[in-house]
């Protein structure tokens, strides 16, 4: 990435944890030297947060990279170490999950509770004829039982596979296949923007396609009809009747616990393969750490979908192991009102929320009138995950949400990665808005040139992690030199990320985006990131999304896309104005080779399920292309309403 920009993004604020905050807090600094000292000694300390039924030998064994085997030769049991262990220890009255279904209705489970039903569903499965190590494949909405799917499959030792319950059956076809799923866990339907929205149709046209699934385990949750078939059993009839006991046998920990498939914006989806004891000591220690959970008082949201590597590791295993008290949600944030977010929050008095920076932006363009309509005084700490984060959307998110003062954490990480890898620690780092600042203790990331060579501060390049960590993903599931290929050739002896960053001249990390993604326009690598928070820094805009496209002078050009906040005029020659005035902001304030040829006035950004801006079809739109294959979209319709426009021009 270029000298000349890799400096222009001047943010100098910088905020302090809470005094409070940092005299309490979790973790203190002493990890990172501690870290520094023995990363592995380090990571065995964490490692004994949990509770293992054999010790073992070797911490980690590196002996074949990139193939790591982490607490080689130890023994535990997931679901023992998120539910037993607590329940045992008397504290099976806590509340696990505050469940709140969108049409309203809402349910407690405590851990006594989450715990007979694991167990119940663990000799349901077993009935079903699943044994450790089968596949299965789990298709439901946001709902206790997804949980409660999860936990019973880690029981019993299957390897789960979560699919976003918003994919395709071609999707989920493609994903049974993969990895030969035995088992399908789904419901006839969930909720979605006030309406019963249904799955097992879905699931149905995947199954007759997939000849390893030999049965369907069915939550009844809408009471639509249903087709019904031999293969399927009905949840309430088969889990809710079994026995409640069920004894947790352990498993190696380098058992495989979970498949994920992350799709990237292209090529054909990657089984992510992550195994037992590494992965439950990372998402453990990092919910302790980046978190500040104290399971005792606080009430933790991570508003994630549980088809995400977020729902895995912040709602499940990285909360549930530390018995934290949570709050899950079915639904939209704007059903059947846009402060549904904020409700919940009053509601449950939630100390620590989780979200992603596309809803904060969205939030933004609602008005921060909405989250003021609100008691949001339980908050102490709120977190940021998926996407670089503005630094003004960082802003609002503090003032409007965080009352001016509560610390954010901004954490990086990815589905390859299992858990979060560069954060600040809550009770130490004082942050600057849009950094996710320095990688965890224990945690060894850099930034590097095209020759694999650290840059120096002030510096551009791309992200690596030079050492192993326990989370860290084993393999693509079927396909290790495709997991050799994609992850550790581009650079010698280190993961890459495939993420663009930046070092300040503090040697905090500032992340620019995908590297498919950066631009080249003159010659000057300029990153989409920072060109989009230039935007976004002025007051009239709520979010934008910059794409390179095809110019014959200058190779690529900046088309920018943005949505005006709230009120903003934007007919005729307002929109006009704006335009100009807004090309020259971020000229202004990244130089003038960052100028956009093109700034077009949007309603709305298309993205993909998780959040991401997909600017595939913005290039696409830039280029004055017909649109490539729009199936990943979250809604469809977006793609008319930006054709079409709202202003235009240059
Ligand atoms: C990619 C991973 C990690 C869980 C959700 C996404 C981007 C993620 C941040 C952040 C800047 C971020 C990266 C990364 N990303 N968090 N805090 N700042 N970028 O998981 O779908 O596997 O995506 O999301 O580009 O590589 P994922």
């Not at 405590?110 to 039903?117: G, N, V, W």
């Not at 299965?136 to 789960?160: D, K, N, Q, W």
């Not at 399908?184 to 396609?209: C, H, M």
């Not at 003032?399 to 610390?407: D, E, F, M, S, T």
């Amino acid at each position: 990435m270029s000298e000349a920009l890799a400096n222009l993004l001047n943010e100098t604020r910088q905020f302090p944890p809470p005094a409070e905050l940092a005299a309490n807090a979790n973790v203190t600094a002493d990890s990172y030297a501690e870290a520094a000292e023995d990363r592995l000694g380090f990571w065995a300390r964490q490692a004994e947060r949990l509770t293992w039924a054999k010790q073992w030998d070797e911490v980690l064994d590196w002996s074949h990279p990139p193939f790591a085997k982490w607490f080689v030769g130890g023994q535990l049991n997931v679901a023992y170490n998120c539910l037993d262990r607590h329940v045992e220890a008397g504290r099976g009255d806590r509340v696990a999950i505050h469940w709140e279904g969108e049409p309203g209705d809402t349910r407690t489970l405590t851990y006594a509770d989450l715990h007979r039903l694991t167990c119940q569903a663990a000799n349901a499965l077993t009935e079903l004829g699943v044994e450790a190590g089968d596949r299965v494949a789990i298709y439901l909405p946001m709902i206790p039982e997804a949980a409660v799917a999860m936990l019973a499959c880690a029981r019993v030792g299957a390897t789960h596979s979560v699919v976003f319950g918003g994919f395709s059956a071609d999707a989920l076809t493609n994903r049974i296949q993969d990895a030969s799923a035995k088992v399908v866990i789904t419901a006839d339907g969930g909720y979605r923007r006030g309406k019963p929205s249904a799955l097992k149709p879905t699931v149905d046209e995947a199954v007759a396609n997939c000849p390893s699934v030999e049965h369907v385990l069915v939550v009844r949750r809408t009471g639509e009809e249903v087709a019904w078939s031999a293969k399927d059993r009905w949840w309430h009839e088969t889990v809710e009747t079994a026995a409640p006991e069920h004894t947790a046998q352990p498993f190696d920990a380098e058992h495989p616990l979970f498949i994920l498939y992350t799709s990237g914006t292209t090529a054909r989806p990657k089984g992510i393969l992550h195994t037992t004891g590494g992965y439950l000591t990372q998402a453990s220690w990092t919910t302790h750490a980046v978190f500040d959970l104290k399971p005792e008082t606080d009430v933790y949201w991570c508003t994630a979908d549980i088809g995400w590597v977020t729902g895995h590791s912040y709602i499940v295993y990285g909360p549930l192991s530390n018995g934290a008290t949570q709050v899950m949600y079915e639904g939209t944030p704007d059903t059947p009102h846009k402060g549904r977010f904020w409700e919940i929050v009053d509601k449950y008095k939630v100390s620590i929320l989780y979200t992603a920076p596309t809803l904060i932006r969205t939030m933004m363009k609602w008005g921060e009138e909405i989250p003021a309509g609100f008691d949001l005084s339980s908050l102490r700490l709120l977190g940021s995950v998926g996407e670089p984060i503005n630094p003004e959307a960082w802003m609002w998110y503090r003032q409007h949400v965080g009352k001016g003062a509560l610390p954010i954490v901004d954490t990086w990480w990815q589905t390859e990665t299992g858990a979060i890898m560069i954060s600040p620690l809550p009770g130490v780092t004082e942050t600057k808005p849009g950094s996710a600042m320095t990688p965890l203790p224990g945690v060894v990331a850099d930034v590097v040139d095209d020759q694999g060579q650290s840059v120096p501060n002030g510096g551009g390049g791309y992200l690596v992690l030079r050492e192993p960590w326990p989370s860290m993903l084993r393999t693509i599931w079927g396909d290790d030199s495709r997991f050799i290929e994609t992850y550790w050739s581009r650079f010698e002896g280190m993961y890459f990320a495939g993420d663009g960053a930046k070092k300040d001249d503090d040697g905090h990390i500032w992340l620019l985006g995908r590297v498919d993604d950066v631009m080249l326009v003159s010659g000057h690598n300029i990153s989409t990131t920072e060109v989009e928070s230039a935007l976004v820094s002025h007051p009239s805009v709520a979010e934008a999304a910059v794409v390179g496209a095809t110019d014959p002078t200058t190779g690529q050009a900046i088309v920018a896309f943005a949505i005006p906040r709230g009120t903003t005029d934007v007919t005729g020659e307002a929109g006009e104005k704006l335009i100009a005035e807004l090309r020259n902001h971020v000229a202004r304030t990244l130089g003038p080779i960052a100028k956009p040829r093109q700034i077009m006035l949007v309603p709305e950004l298309p993205k993909t399920r998780s959040g991401k801006i997909m600017r595939r079809l913005l290039r696409d739109v830039a280029e004055n292309r017909s649109l490539g294959d729009v199936t990943t979209l979250q809604d469809s319709s977006v793609m008319d309403l930006i054709s079409s426009g709202m202003g235009g021009g240059k």
